[in-house]
């Protein structure tokens, strides 16, 4: 039957979707979009209009399904194919509901932007819908807390509530919007309000609800009543999460769980327990990009909790420079939303700008950690392995430092990222020698020695107050993520690698090419230079890449060094001991 | 009337206490107002002294208590109501000061925040592991007395050392120290000194290609750049004001950059150029106090804890003779 062909084909693709789940979170992004393409080239064949509401609803629950497990970058080509559609048609309801997935979608990878216009153009499609404006609504509510706007995003869940009211039944959209509200509500400090939003959400509960609402309620739940002191009250909502979580089994559901039971330990005085909880959800999180501004925030919050001042710091650094700030910046560059999204970005900016000052007061004088000479040489011990002098890292994190004073850090911020950078490979300690041996034979092996030795490297170096051994523990962890996040681990992507890490992988790749580390053939300067170039966007950050040879030319000009001199190793010995150097300066 | 006090208590009190590094907060808690009142009066008064913002009114302030001060007395508003002329141009506070006494004076305790060998050096050898041993310690002094010196635009002491001796030895041993020393005699038109200094310089980066230590390469550009200002050629003090602007890159030698930058526009008498310049040194100084505070070095403030009402003077003498031993 030639009539229902896409409907079939988009049904298959929901069940070997839904058959992946649980792997669904894992699996290649290759994988991910050789399911979808039969499904968008139905949407993009001409469909018999009674056909299209039929594929629309599956194609929706797709995206749905994508967008849980944190692949929404993939769910984007469908949706687009199918808002592509829906215009042609001059569908509204197709429209409608395909713009609003695209701008769930984009608020997901963090473009608010691009998000919000989605929305409008839903809004448009939607009309006189009131129970579907009312979701587009709290659906902009969400992009405005992706951008950290919690004023914003209040203003619109309280419009969506307005839509709603006097509506019969109990709409589900009401309960999200409160459940968001609430949370809106504790992120800007109002507990009291945010927990008669919440006690609402929960009283407005019904059978059908998403269970990824009412785990967010729960979490909700649980950081406002510990905001309010109300610690034992709040136990119950952290085991109803737990559950619903392992229920879901999806990498949102898996945070804000963890979020709950951390807020619920920290309360209890369990630190440690928290923060290794914590931590876990930030390396998931790290791949939801929505989801990494409010777990960093609340890692923060636990790491001053724990008097870890200068960890908590590091955090607040990162959510001001790499998740906050490019948002912000996206939506200031929109003319339309500048003049809306001005005084309140300013309070959240001020909220962070206060942490920061508070944290910085109650700072001690950073020393050198203890035990850092013995990490040196286990770092020198485990790159000895791959070559025969076992400078690699020492080299690696001379150009490490250079790189980051070169992207404006500051001075001592990038002495103690260069010294992170020294022991990049120290969990290749842990990768038997007969495996590194094979390198090149393989992907496989290639691949698994990478994840052997990140894993090991962050394992050896966990448990560690130092903001040093931390710093480096981190750069241990994702210094072969690729920018485009086809690294490992993969999936976490541009910015949300941190920046120590992103530096580590230039400088240690340049050093690969020079040195010849890997048995292939030594590559003079410039040469190693054009090869990062070709990889700037794909494997490194191109910004990084563009400071590193501006910095490695600047130097060596100074130095009055060949670049393109064939061996190129003794004079980039020359350069790495300039570096290196003292001379009364840092 | 003494001029000093034709001031009222509250103003003095508020000069003193911003002059201890101390927030609008902190004035408020010790005079007892409110933190909204105290914004208002701290707005009163820098009006009523003629400058925008804190830091000029402490510069203000510090001329003021020192007895030599070239500059004009205090006024409180005047009788008549009009508004009293400013005491300092508004706008170039520090450069004006700098312009008036010497960069060394007018950096006062912020000095230290700058050049090599300073708090920052200092704040990297505790995150090195690296101990500051007797070497170190005669190297640092031997630095620190060519910046001052620098700073001072003191090109004596660079002839002196010459006339000793003790300049080829020093320039053999530090090239930083070299250069500072190159630019000194450069300034003070000591030009065969200079290049006798700049040569040992260059032959110590030729014998560093060929061995294992590095070149001094950009002490060499740096000291080039000077002798070619000196002349009166712009494309040298184009590549100095380069150096004196460029990022991400050894600070400590950028400012050295800034520091001689600022000398040959005086020497020039191009005094808006000087201004700025100062100005700018004063900034990065600022930046670099910040800086360390993020690290949770604070040199200055540990010994400025406040004190009781009252005790103030004997506080900023505290605070001066603690950044002086340092």
């Not at chain 1, 392995?385 to 080299?395: D, N, Q």
């Not at chain 1, 170039?533 to 490695?552: K, N, T, W």
């Not at chain 2, 070239?70 to 706008?91: E, F, K, Q, T, W």
Request: hydrophobic share 45%; glycine share 8%; net charge negative.
């Amino acid at each position: 039957m030639p009539l229902a062909k896409g409907v079939d084909a988009a049904d298959q693709a929901l069940e070997i979707l839904q058959s992946l789940e649980g792997h669904l979170a894992a699996s290649e992004p290759a994988e991910v979009a050789r399911v979808l393409e039969p499904v968008i080239e139905h949407v993009q064949s001409p469909l018999d209009p009674a056909e299209v509401h039929a594929v629309t609803e599956v194609a929706v629950r797709i995206c749905r399904l994508l967008h849980v497990n944190g692949r929404s970058r993939e769910a984007l080509v469908l949706a687009h194919a199918l808002l592509a559609r829906g215009k042609e048609l001059e569908d509204t309801l197709v429209v409608k509901r395909a713009a609003s997935a695209c701008g769930l979608l984009y608020a997901d990878i963090g473009d608010v932007v691009s998000a919000i216009e989605h929305f409008v153009e839903a809004l448009r499609a939607a009309k006189d819908d009131r129970l579907a404006s009312s979701g587009i609504w709290s659906n902009i509510g969400l992009a405005m807390g992706v951008a950290a706007n919690y004023e914003m995003a209040s203003r619109c869940y309280q419009r969506a509530l307005a839509i709603l009211e006097g509506m019969p039944g109990r709409p589900t959209a009401r309960h999200s919007a409160l459940s968001n509200l609430a949370q809106c509500q504790f992120e800007t400090g109002a507990y009291e309000e945010g927990l008669v939003s919440a006690y609402l959400a929960l009283q407005a509960e019904s059978e059908n609800e998403d269970p990824m609402n009412l785990l967010r309620l729960r979490r909700n739940l649980v950081r406002l009543l510990v905001a309010v002191g109300r610690v034992e009250d709040a136990e119950p909502f952290v085991i109803e999460a737990s559950i619903l979580a392992q229920g879901l089994r999806t990498p949102r559901a898996a945070i804000a769980a963890t979020i709950a039971r951390a807020v619920y330990d920290l309360a209890r005085g369990d630190t440690d327990v928290a923060l290794t909880r914590l931590d876990n959800a930030l390396a998931t999180a790290r791949e939801v990009p929505a989801a990494l501004r409010e777990t960093l925030a609340c890692v923060a919050r636990a790491e001053e909790m724990a008097g870890h001042s200068e960890r908590a710091l590091l955090r607040v650094d990162e959510i001001m420079d790499h998740v906050y700030g490019p948002a912000v910046e996206a939506a200031r560059r929109h003319i339309e939303l500048a003049s809306l999204t001005d005084r309140s970005r300013t309070a959240v900016e001020q909220q962070t700008g206060q942490a920061r000052a508070r944290l910085i007061s109650r700072l001690a004088p950073r020393a050198r950690p203890d035990g850092w000479s013995a990490l040196e040489r286990l770092g020198v011990a485990a790159t000895m392995r791959m070559e025969p002098t076992g400078w690699h890292g020492k080299r690696v994190g001379a150009l490490s430092k250079a790189l980051a004073m070169a992207a404006g850090t500051d001075p001592l911020q990038s002495l103690e990222i260069g010294f992170a950078c020294e022991v990049h490979d120290i969990g290749m300690l842990s990768v038997p020698e007969e495996m590194l041996a094979k390198r090149g034979v393989s992907a496989d092996i290639e691949r698994s020695v990478i994840e052997r030795h990140v894993k090991a490297g962050a394992e050896i170096l966990s448990d560690d107050a130092h903001p040093r051994i931390f710093l480096a523990r981190e750069v241990v962890r994702y210094h072969h993520a690729a920018w485009d996040g086809n690294g490992y681990p993969e999936r976490v992507a541009g910015k949300r690698i941190p920046f120590a890490a992103r530096a580590c992988a230039v400088a240690d790749a340049y050093d690969d090419l020079i040195c010849g580390v890997h048995g292939t053939a030594p590559a003079s300067m410039d040469d190693a230079l054009g090869q990062l170039r070709a990889q700037a966007g794909r494997r490194f950050d191109p910004d990084l890449v563009d400071r590193f040879e501006s910095m490695i030319r600047a130097e060596t000009d100074d130095l009055g060094l060949d670049r393109a001199a064939d061996s190129g190793m003794e004079n980039f010995q020359q350069l790495v001991t300039a570096l290196q150097e003292d001379r009364g300066f840092i | 009337m003494n001029k000093a006090t034709t001031m009222d208590t509250r103003s003095e009190r508020m000069l003193e206490l911003l002059a201890q590094g101390a927030s609008a907060r902190v004035l408020a808690e010790q005079l007892g107002y409110s933190e909204g009142t105290m914004r208002v009066y701290l707005h009163n008064l820098y009006r009523a002294i003629g400058v925008r913002n804190k830091t000029e009114a402490v510069i203000w302030y510090m001329n003021r208590t020192r007895e030599e001060s070239p500059l004009p007395p205090p006024r409180a508003a005047a009788p008549d109501g009009a508004p009293p002329p400013p005491s300092i141009p508004v706008g170039h506070g520090f450069g004006e000061m700098a312009l008036a006494e010497d960069l060394y004076t007018a950096l006062g305790a912020m000095g230290s925040f700058v050049g090599p060998y300073g708090y920052l050096w200092e704040a990297g050898l505790k995150l090195k592991g690296v101990a500051i041993d007797a070497k170190l310690t005669a190297q640092r002094a031997q630095s620190r007395l060519l910046w001052r010196a620098l700073l001072k635009g003191d090109f004596a002491y660079a002839k002196m050392l010459y006339d000793d001796g003790a300049a080829a030895r020093i320039a053999a041993e530090s090239p930083t120290d070299g250069a500072m020393i190159a630019c000194l005699l450069t300034l003070g038109g000591f030009s065969t000194a200079a290049q006798k200094i700049a040569a040992s310089l260059a032959e110590k980066g030729r014998s560093a290609a060929a061995g294992k230590a590095t070149a001094p390469g950009r002490e060499m550009a740096l000291v080039r750049a000077v002798s070619q200002a000196a002349e009166g050629n712009e494309s040298g003090t184009a590549a100095l004001y380069e150096a004196a602007s460029e990022k991400g890159r050894a600070p400590a030698l950028k400012q050295l950059a800034m520091a001689t930058l600022f000398q040959v526009y005086r020497v020039r008498k191009e005094l808006d150029a000087a201004r700025q310049t100062a100005d700018a040194l004063w900034a990065e100084a600022e930046a670099t106090r910040q800086q360390l505070e993020a690290m949770g070095v604070r040199p200055l403030s540990r010994e400025a804890a406040l004190p009781p009402v009252g005790a103030g003077e004997q506080a900023v003498a505290a605070l001066r003779k603690a950044a002086l031993a340092r």
